[in-house]
């Protein structure tokens, strides 16, 4: 039967850091979109759950973007699922990854296994790493959980053995969800049972895609003969889809986009699947073996991800990982046909489904022949002998019986924020409990003004704490003493619900009576550039960083520091302010100039003092610039190089992700 064991894992890793303390106004992306000419004769139902509360802001959750590119050896605490076939490796500490799934009679790994711990900004707040299979729920995105801590414990499996659950509370749209994996005896794959329930009396949106890691040199193969190809036309960076393609697959332009090496740039390949066409995706080498995913019929879509066989494709790979180690790609399993899409849950509802996980063994002939027809059925006929549908139908709805199951021994544990909603809800959730005993510093103010109808006020100066955005807790800080601390969350909360004109006021109707006034500063000017007053923005936030600097840098302080003196730079350098720009950099520290977002923003500035040449010392000095939280799809480096000189872009700085001209 399946034992469940703690150990852990040991990566050369980077620090994580600290979250940024602002509070993020504004997303990383743009919305994603996509102009509703294109949806023109898409299906009804995918043109409908496109149109459906595409995100614009991560709020409440912080941003992460303080980690760096020093990495040591450090030990995750890890969850090791096994049984006679499988060996599981999950970290609870970050998302519930699963970092390997080992087939121990070959001692085959399946997964594309990441050799290091490195955060690059990918997720929808920042920090995401590459490898494994992960969780990604919320909106269009890596999830922001992906190196947060959930909840797990033991709980009793179908088969009456072990059974790993994993559960937390989903905060871009409030929504709690269980990820439950186990091994059947003698079974060769890891099946993974999911809800995600809606506690409100009102619709959510929901998003939900299963990202598998696997290595890049397969074949993948999904039972479709068309996919929908996001395209990034009129200078749009990657993640910001503007057209959809249909495309034939596997073969497209003159090239077999089944392998992954065969796409030269990034893409997104999103299978067609028929209605009544078995749910799988799966990845298989040379020799006819490798990864296969399955699962009932309400996870519909699959989709592969390719990093491409051009250097920006290639140069992201080695970012992510130790350069030398072998590339991946991505095939992966959601709720919808996209990306693009959130699925409508009904007010009280709940999505469930079962995932499977295993090795398959196909003919590789037949795999990698020139018929693309031949090759799934082939595939599909190995899985059907290895895991029957039938088997994976009865194993969900032996899991569903267990899923109210409660939580026995408790081996990790999240964040505070479901146990304040559960009190705040004033009800319970069986098989996810979100115990008061969870609450941390961080809830404190929220359940003083749950209890006592007031927010206090910090007992001492520095960053004001996270917001809560959700309408209850506005109704709350409306109805509240208008203190300044109230005053500042009311208008992050007001900015969320799209009331931007009323969060200013809130913010303005604070400054005058805040001892601490450099967070409203700072909100102010955020507004102040997003309605287009570049000019004013750049006196608030010169006002703010003034205020932030005759205040204490110590803790959440310093990360404040780095956080308002890169916006605050790039609000000054865009307006044109280069001597006040000079002002702010010389009162930063030393290691924060250091840092490699600062020593770009340290190469912007001198290029407008007109010292091209010394910007173009800061590019070619010793390690030249690596900035940690270079954005996906960010173009910045190359367009900062393209100002100083014609020479070709230097390997190490080109990310590029689109086709030239786009």
């Not at 080498?285 to 250097?311: E, I, N």
């Not at 359940?447 to 007992?459: M, N, T, V, Y």
Request: overall charge negative.
């Amino acid at each position: 039967m399946t034992t469940i064991r703690r150990a852990a894992v040991t990566l050369p890793a980077a620090d994580l850091g600290p979250a940024n303390p602002l509070p993020p106004l504004l997303p990383l992306d743009e919305a994603h979109h996509v102009d509703e000419r294109d949806l023109v004769g898409t299906p009804r139902d995918m043109a409908r759950q496109i149109r459906c509360a595409p995100l614009d802001s991560v709020l409440p959750t912080p941003l992460y973007d303080g980690y760096d590119r020093r990495r040591a050896p450090r030990a995750f605490d890890a969850l090791v699922l096994e049984n006679d076939r499988l060996r599981a490796t999950v970290l609870p500490g970050l998302g519930g990854r699963v970092v390997s799934l080992v087939h121990l009679p070959t001692g085959r790994e399946l997964l594309y296994r990441n050799p290091v711990f490195q955060p690059a900004n990918f997720a929808l707040n920042g920090a995401w790493f590459s490898g494994g299979i992960e969780w990604n729920i919320g909106a269009t995105g890596h999830t922001t959980l992906s190196c947060a801590p959930l909840h797990a414990a033991r709980v009793t499996a179908p088969d009456g053995g072990e059974m790993l659950r994993l559960w937390e509370w989903e905060r871009l749209r409030d929504l709690p969800f269980q990820v439950d994996l186990w091994l059947p005896d003698g079974s060769d794959f890891l099946y993974v049972g999911v809800r995600v329930r809606n506690p409100h009396d009102r619709p959510a949106p929901v998003y939900w895609w299963s990202n598998i890691a696997v290595p890049e040199e397969c074949r993948v193969l999904a039972p479709a003969d068309e996919a929908w190809l996001p395209h990034f036309g009129g200078g749009t960076p990657i993640g910001h889809e503007r057209r959809l393609r249909r495309v034939p697959v596997p073969e497209w332009e003159g090239a077999d986009r089944s392998y992954p090496l065969n796409s030269p740039h990034a893409a997104d390949y999103f299978y067609e699947l028929p209605d009544d066409a078995r749910r799988w995706i799966a990845a298989l080498d040379g020799t006819g073996r490798g990864l296969v995913q399955t699962s009932t019929a309400v996870l519909r879509g699959r989709k592969l991800f390719v990093w491409g066989s051009r250097p920006g494709g290639r140069r992201w790979q080695d970012w992510l990982t130790e350069p030398g180690t072998g590339g991946y790609c991505e095939i992966q399993a959601g709720l919808a046909r996209t990306q693009l899409e959130h699925v409508p849950l009904a007010e009280r509802g709940e999505f469930t489904w079962l995932e499977a996980y295993g090795p398959l063994h196909a003919d590789a002939g037949a795999v990698h022949g020139a018929d693309w027809a031949g090759a799934r059925t082939e595939v599909e006929r190995r899985l059907d002998e290895a895991l029957p549908r039938t088997r994976v139908t009865a194993a969900y709805e032996a899991w569903l019986a267990c899923a109210d199951a409660e939580p026995g021994e408790v081996l990790a544990v999240g964040s505070g924020w479901g146990a304040l909603e559960v009190l705040r809800a004033g009800e319970k959730l069986p098989g996810t409990p979100f115990e008061e005993s969870t609450l941390t510093e961080a809830q404190e103010p929220w359940l003083h003004l749950l209890r006592s109808g007031e927010l206090p006020e910090p007992d001492e100066p520095g960053p004001p704490g996270e917001s809560l955005v959700a309408a209850h807790w506005r109704d709350l800080l409306e109805t509240a003493v208008a203190r300044p601390s109230t005053e500042y969350h009311l208008g992050v909360a007001q900015w969320h619900a799209g009331d931007r004109a009323q969060a200013v006021r809130s913010w303005e109707r604070a400054l005058p009576r805040a001892s601490v006034r450099w967070p409203l500063l700072r909100c102010l000017a955020v507004a102040d550039r997003a309605a287009g007053d570049g000019e004013r923005a750049a006196v608030r936030y010169g006002e703010a960083f003034d205020d932030l600097c005759e205040g204490s840098a110590d803790g959440a302080g310093a990360a404040a520091l780095v956080a308002l003196g890169r916006e605050t730079l790039e609000a000054l350098l865009d307006a044109g302010r280069v001597s006040t720009a000079r002002s702010v950099w010389e009162r930063l520290p030393r290691g924060v100039r250091e840092r490699g977002r600062f020593r770009l923003l340290g190469a912007r500035l001198l290029l407008a003092e007109g010292d091209p040449a010394g910007a173009r010392t800061v590019f070619d000095d010793g390690d030249g610039v690596e900035v940690a939280d270079l954005r996906e799809g960010e173009e910045v480096l190359g367009e900062l190089w393209a100002r100083l000189t014609d020479e070709p872009l230097p390997a190490r700085y080109d990310f590029r992700m689109r086709p030239d001209g786009d």
